[in-house]
């Protein structure tokens, strides 16, 4: 195969496309590596991850936290995506894990935004991946995750948000419209300190954004979100507004075992830093125990 590329794709130079296949950067569609021996064979599809002259460091470690022959989580860190595209090759998760696990047939099976921290699981081998898809198909997987917003007073929580989510006329953006929902968000409040709050969310459809977007229509925009309510990108390389959102937790029955399997993200989010003097409450979460919030008044001290 090394002779073959070499000599139909000479962008390449010979010794380039050795370095790539010996590192396992060139795979066939079934995700095998193609080695620089391995026989010609017409009509093979073959995929290799372009280098970008300058691509963007991101100064953040992804964590395995669980695998076995079938499945692998990973805990992300925000500002990475998951895939390649655009400016990141090297630095997307699933490369940096193919590299640094030297696993040729891992792929993702859901995908999070890159400005996304928290859970992704992936599929290991082709062999067992469609029954591990299925679960995301048949919506027989919970995922929870976690978000720092502000707060409305006049807003009932426990909530469900339903609306039609369709691709803005703005790039990469998504925005509610008129008509049937096709999306739909559980909500609670968690805890409450002054101006923020925390949130645990839980979509039970999986449109682009639809955390980001509907948290925005109710007028609680997540914190340090770059594109909702409005489009205010940080500068290239600046790491210090991450977006408070969290993919915290992950359950479902395995498909192969049986077995229940349930994933939490060991990644934080900001504290709500809560002003002195202010009384702490608790709010009663959906599954009967109890969350610390404060009070969203000022207690006075008094002068005697």
Sequence with gaps: MLDHLAERLPALSRAA????????????????????ERPFEPGLRIFYYRHL??????PFTEE???QDAHLLIADKPHFMPVTPGGRYVQHSLLVRLKRRLGLAEL???HRIDRDTAGLVLFSVQQRTRGVYQALFRERRITKQYEAVAGWRADL???REHHSRLEESPQFFRMHEVPGAPNSCTRMELLEVAGRWARYRLEPVTGKRHQLRVHMAALGLPLRHDA????VNDPPEGDFSRPLQLLARTLHFTDPLSGAPRHFESRRKLLALDPPPFEPRW??????????AGVAVWSRVRSPW
């Design 53 to 58: 002259e300058s691509e963007p460091e991101i």
């Design 107 to 109: 792929s993702p099976l």
């Design 156 to 158: 009932a929580f426990p």
């Design 64 to 66: 395995v936290l669980y």
């Design 227 to 230: 594109f909702y309510p409005e």
């Design 17 to 36: 496309w050795q370095q790539r296949m010996e590192a396992g950067e060139v795979v066939d569609e079934r995700g095998a590596t193609v080695t620089p």
């Design 282 to 291: 608790f709010v009663r979460t959906r599954d009967g125990g109890e969350a």
